[in-house]
C-alpha cells in the first residue's frame, strides 16, 4: 500500500510543480527529454522483467510456490529489475516535471523497495536455496553498483 500512495504522489507532485513552476531556464528542453528518456527506460525495464517472470509475477513480496527463479532477461543485470524500472521512471518523471519533490519521494520509493526487497529475498533464500548464489553474484537494483 506504502509504493501505491508514494507513486500516486510522485506523479501529483510531478503535475503540480510542472503547473506552478515548470521550467524557466535553458536547461528545459534538455531536462524534460532526459526525463521522458528515463520514463520510458524504466518502464521498459519494468515491462521486460514482468515479462521475464510471467506465472511467477504477485504484487505481494512473497514468492509463488509453484513459480520457477527467474535468472534470466532482466534479471540477468539485477535481482529487482521491476523496482529498478519503477525507482527510474519516477526519478525520470520528477526530472521531466522540474518537481524537486517528486524527485525527493523517488528517493523514499527507492528506500521503500530496499526494505520489500530484503524481506522478499528473505522468503526467497527459503523457498529456493540456489537464490543465494543469484544473490552472490547479481546486484539489487544497479547493475554491477548496488
Not at 506504502?2 to 510522485?10: R, T
Not at 528518456?37 to 525495464?45: D, E, K, N, R, T
Not at 529489475?81 to 525520470?92: D, E, M, R, T
Not at 528517493?107 to 527459503?126: M, N, Y
Request: proline letters at 6%; zero cysteines; hydrophobic letters at 55%.
Amino acid at each position: 500500500m506504502a509504493q501505491v500512495i508514494l507513486l500516486a504522489a510522485i506523479a501529483t507532485l510531478g503535475v503540480v510543480d510542472l503547473a506552478d513552476h515548470g521550467y524557466s531556464n535553458m536547461w528545459a528542453a534538455g531536462a524534460v527529454v532526459l526525463g521522458v528518456a528515463l520514463v520510458l527506460a524504466g518502464g521498459s525495464i519494468a515491462a521486460r522483467a514482468a515479462w521475464d517472470l510471467r506465472a511467477g509475477l504477485t504484487p505481494f513480496p512473497r514468492p509463488i510456490d509453484a513459480a520457477p527463479l527467474v535468472v534470466s532477461g532482466a534479471y540477468r543485470l539485477v535481482r529487482h529489475p521491476i523496482y529498478s524500472g519503477i525507482v527510474l521512471a519516477a526519478f525520470g518523471w520528477g526530472t521531466a516535471t522540474a518537481s524537486p519533490p517528486a524527485i525527493g519521494a523517488t528517493v523514499l520509493l527507492f528506500l521503500l523497495f530496499d526494505g520489500k526487497s530484503r524481506r522478499e529475498e528473505a522468503w526467497l533464500i527459503a523457498a529456493r536455496p540456489e537464490y543465494l548464489d543469484f544473490r552472490s553474484r547479481t546486484k539489487r537494483f544497479i547493475p554491477w553498483v548496488y
